[in-house]
DNA sequence: CAAAAGTATGAATACCTGTTCATGTGTTAT
DNA sequence: ATAACACATGAACAGGTATTCATACTTTTG
């Protein structure tokens, strides 16, 4: 029997989940993964990736980096769980594993765009 | 006068908004404000600012760092206008300028915790 | 089978980053 | 005024990070 209940937000945008002091270990991890986003090579690679499934030569060329430089960089994006990959031949396509990066983007970016409402130096 | 209307996202949670590649002054931007937020000490003491209000001193106790640590990543957060501050004579409150950080702890919280749904190296 | 293509990986190096330590600046109290 | 307090800042040092270079691995092609 259909159930027409639509789906519902656990919680509204308003969120605000944070009660104590973040623990070191879940700092920790907080960290390690906005660090892994904390690189302009990797975001231009991701970017690529939100474009296509690509080959890593292709996304090499695509970022103007070493084949080299860009395998290394997928690996750190692999253990973030940030791309997926599938082998086919000879050559390994490179996706995006978990779109939802593309809306941290976005609001990041809302957030950079914001003017600068005077802030001095104390 | 209070005006009773709910605020309205602009665009639901789908939107993907990168149409190419990201050019390498945005990609900086964006690494920039993301390395920010890759540093444990950071989100520790985003986290106990998320509490309250808070001096440097109380702060540094609350997060167990040297005043002078404290300060220097005080002064990182507020380049990134992740915090904002006011001087009460000899003491310098802190204190959260931007909650949208919390939306983004939220959502990456979610990202951390989804299982490892067998990841390999290729 | 040998050569070539595509990718991954390890070591080395240059660069960046965060803490500590010492010191400076401004404010309150004696 | 002088001492004490709160915070900021600069230099120095240690640890981390990203690229390059050389090499190895795997799959395809001749």
Redesign the interface.
Known sequence: MEVPVAKVDPLP?V????????S?E???????????????????IL??L??AEMRVRDLAA??EMTESAVSHQL?IL?TM?LV??R?QGRN?LYSLK???I????????E??D?P?DG?A??
């Open positions: 945008d969120a605000l989940p944070i009660q104590q002091i973040l070191v879940k700092a920790q991890r907080m960290a390690e993964f906005f660090g892994t986003l904390g690189d302009p090579n990797r975001w231009r970017s690529a939100a474009l695509a970022v690996r692999r769980r997926g990959y082998k390994v978990d779109h939802h593309m809306n941290l983007y976005r609001d990041v970016s957030h950079l914001e600068d802030v130096s104390p």
